[in-house]
C-alpha cells in the first residue's frame, strides 16, 4: 500500500534559526496537505499542494510539491518558539481503492529553544 | 459553533471491556474519520466513511468497529479484540474528494484511551 516516509523525526532548533523537513511518498500523489498538531492538541491543516513543482508561502513558512508530486517539504525562516510542534505531511492519490484516504506521515516534532 | 466533538477527553478502561468513543460533527461533512495515535508513528487511519450507511477499513481496522447510521455521527468501537487500545483516538470530516482535489480535514479534540 501506499506510504508516506517523513525526515526528521525530531529537530531541535534556536529560536531564529531555519527548520526544515521533508516528505517522500511511495507513489505519486495528487496532492499533499500539510498539518500542524500544537503540544497536547489536535492536527490542524495548514495548506494543501496540487500542481507538479508547486511552491505556496505563508508567512515565514514555505511549502514545496515536488516535480514528480512524490514528495514535498516545508521550510521555516527564522523559527519562533510559537512553532513549536509536530508537522505532518498527508498524501492523497486520487483512483483505485486509496481514494479520499489521507495517508499521514510520522511527523517531525520540532522543538525551539529561546 | 461549527465543528467536531469527541467524548469523553479520558476515558479508561479495564482489559477485556468494549469501549464506545463518540465522535459528532456539524460541518455537513460527507467524510468522516478514525484515527489512531502512537508516538513516534503519526496517524494511522483506523476506518472512514464517505457516506451515510458506508464505511471503509483503514490500515489498521483489526479489533475496531464503526457505524455511520446519520450524517453527523461516526462512533468507534474499541473491543476487546484489540490487543493494544491504549492510544490517542482522533476523529476528522471532511467534505469528499473531487477530481485530485481532496478537502482539509477537520479533527475534534481527540480521546486518550487507556486500558488497564
Known amino acids: 500500500g501506499q506510504q508516506v516516509m517523513q525526515i526528521p523525526q525530531y529537530q531541535h532548533v534556536q529560536e531564529g534559526e531555519d527548520f526544515t523537513t521533508y516528505c517522500n511518498s511511495s507513489t505519486t500523489l495528487s496532492n499533499i496537505q500539510w498539518y500542524k498538531q500544537r503540544p497536547g492538541g489536535h492536527p490542524v491543516f495548514l495548506i494543501q499542494?496540487?500542481?507538479?513543482?508547486e511552491v505556496k508561502k505563508q508567512k515565514r513558512l514555505t511549502f514545496q510539491f515536488g516535480e514528480a508530486k512524490k514528495n514535498s517539504s516545508l521550510h521555516i525562516t527564522a523559527t519562533q518558539t510559537t512553532d513549536v510542534g509536530t508537522y505532518f505531511c498527508a498524501g492523497h492519490s486520487a483512483g483505485g481503492t486509496s481514494y479520499g484516504k489521507l495517508t499521514f506521515g510520522q511527523g517531525t516534532i520540532l522543538t525551539v529553544h529561546p | 459553533d461549527g465543528g467536531i466533538t469527541q467524548s469523553p477527553k479520558y476515558l479508561f478502561r479495564k482489559e477485556g471491556q468494549n469501549v464506545t468513543l463518540s465522535c459528532e460533527q456539524n460541518l455537513n461533512h460527507d467524510a468522516m474519520y478514525w484515527y489512531r495515535q502512537d508516538p513516534g508513528q503519526g496517524l494511522r487511519l483506523i476506518y472512514y466513511?464517505?457516506?451515510?450507511?458506508?464505511?471503509q477499513k483503514g490500515d489498521i481496522a483489526e479489533g475496531y468497529s464503526v457505524s455511520r447510521e446519520k450524517k453527523e455521527s461516526f462512533p468507534l468501537t474499541v473491543t476487546s479484540a484489540q490487543k493494544n487500545p491504549t492510544a490517542f483516538y482522533l476523529c476528522a470530516s471532511s467534505s469528499n474528494p473531487t477530481g485530485d482535489l481532496a478537502y482539509e480535514q477537520y479533527f475534534g479534540p481527540g480521546t486518550r484511551l487507556t486500558v488497564t
Open positions: 466513511s464517505q457516506i451515510v450507511n458506508d464505511f
Open positions: 499542494l496540487v500542481k507538479s513543482g
